[in-house]
């Protein structure tokens, strides 16, 4: 049970992919099959909310699509429709802590305003350019007899290639001069000079599918965001890249055949990151201290409940972790969230928490945080707190 309520399915022992290459999760399979598969195949399983930042690029990308005219068109009006998509976003999307902070501070304490600032400048600045909404418009409207067969130019193109079984939708494609531009919008990842490979894996994927259709052209991959827009025309090596890439997917994951879950798991470092930590077998095993554990978050905990007390509407639970009984706290867990949940000696699993300690007390963090009460938007909005008999 989690303190949300939310009903979770179990981790699964078997997994096979039944689906189309996605251009968006190559750079994650070259880390971890397994978290592919999750990601691609099995959005039904347990998985940790997104993060607000995440939350901000799917509102970023619908105010991209459905903004206001050229002639509506204001700094002010585009903070005030990414706030509310961001809200919406938050409502429908978010975790349960990043909800009750919406509905009991406002929406503002679950964003920064710093990354609002950033994704108003990139909006602003895109929609200014050209009336990208204009696509999304017709196809709303019915212009077109489906979105799989728009034109190979526009905003939130759908690419399909049989030839290469890959499927995905490119956030901007268009044609300057003789030359294709393929566009991803990165909010605040994108620094000068220093792209991330998977998002260059990807622009490139779907440039290669673009191409299919538009026949041999010149085609400049580009990722934009706030701070910076990077540029490099797709070359052999590129092509190279992502045909290497599907080539190892269709190996490792052969379509429609069962593969333990197990078999597939690749922890690392990046496993801190993973949003599926609490469907990863693997991951549990290290958790509770059964495996060599080099790849766990310092900021997820699992261990037996020893005491909880309440004040001012909110709990503190206490905790003897595993592996090594290690005593932990977890402050400012909203009580109203925690009725009839916690009793002693229940087990807890929690994951992605904050905490004010950078070292932790020499080997391991001790005091985390559901909620900040100081700086809200610093509250550990993608946390999960579940309980085991
Ligand atoms: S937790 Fe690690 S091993 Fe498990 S699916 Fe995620 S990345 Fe792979």
Not at 55 to 72: C, D, M, R, W
Not at 221 to 248: C, F, H, I, M, Y
Not at 307 to 326: Q, V
Not at 354 to 367: D, L, Q
Request: aromatic share 6%; hydrophobic share 35%; charged share 25%.
């Amino acid at each position: 049970m989690t303190l949300d309520g939310s009903k979770r399915s179990g981790s699964a022992a078997a997994l096979q992919r039944t689906r189309p290459i996605r251009p968006s999760k190559l750079g994650l399979f070259n880390l971890c099959a397994l978290r592919y598969l999750f990601e691609t195949e099995r959005p039904d399983l347990e998985r940790l909310s997104p993060a607000p930042a995440a939350l901000l690029g799917s509102a970023f990308h619908k105010v991209i699509e459905t903004g206001p005219t050229q002639n509506e068109l204001s700094g002010k009006l585009v903070r005030e429709l990414i706030r509310d998509e961001f809200r919406k976003a938050v409502l429908s999307n978010g975790g349960w802590l990043a909800r009750w902070a919406c509905a009991r501070e406002g929406i503002d304490s679950v964003l920064p305003r710093s990354l609002l600032d950033q994704a108003t400048q990139l909006t602003y600045h895109e929609l200014k350019l050209r009336p990208i909404a204009a696509g999304r418009a017709a196809i709303a409207r019915g212009d077109f007899p489906s979105e799989k067969q728009m034109n190979p130019f526009g905003s939130e193109l759908w690419l399909h290639s049989d030839k290469m079984d890959i499927e995905g939708r490119a956030d901007l494609i268009e044609q300057r001069g003789s030359v294709v531009h393929v566009v991803d919008y990165k909010l605040g990842a994108t620094r000068a000079g220093e792209p991330n490979p998977d998002y260059v894996l990807q622009l490139s994927a779907y440039a290669m599918v673009a191409l299919e259709r538009l026949g041999p052209r010149k085609v400049v991959l580009e990722l934009r965001s706030p701070r910076a827009t990077w540029a490099k025309e797709l070359d052999d090596g590129l092509r190279a890249n992502v045909l290497q890439t599907l080539q190892q997917i269709q190996t490792v994951l052969p379509k429609h055949e069962y593969i333990s879950s197990e078999a597939l798991a690749t922890p690392g470092t990046h496993c801190m990151t993973c949003s599926y930590r609490p469907s990863c077998t693997t991951y549990a095993r290290g958790l509770l201290g059964r495996t060599p554990s080099d790849f766990l978050s310092p900021y997820d905990v699992a261990g037996s409940t020893e005491s909880t007390t309440s004040c001012d509407g909110f709990t503190t639970i206490r905790i003897r972790a595993e592996p090594d009984d290690r005593a932990v706290s977890i402050t400012a867990v909203p009580s109203a969230m925690l009725d009839a949940l916690l009793g002693a000696g229940s087990n807890v699993v929690a994951y992605s928490l904050k905490s004010p300690e950078t070292m932790g007390r020499g080997r391991y963090v001790a005091n985390f945080h559901a909620w900040n009460r100081i700086t809200a938007v610093d509250s550990a909005y993608s946390c999960s707190i579940g309980f085991r008999q």
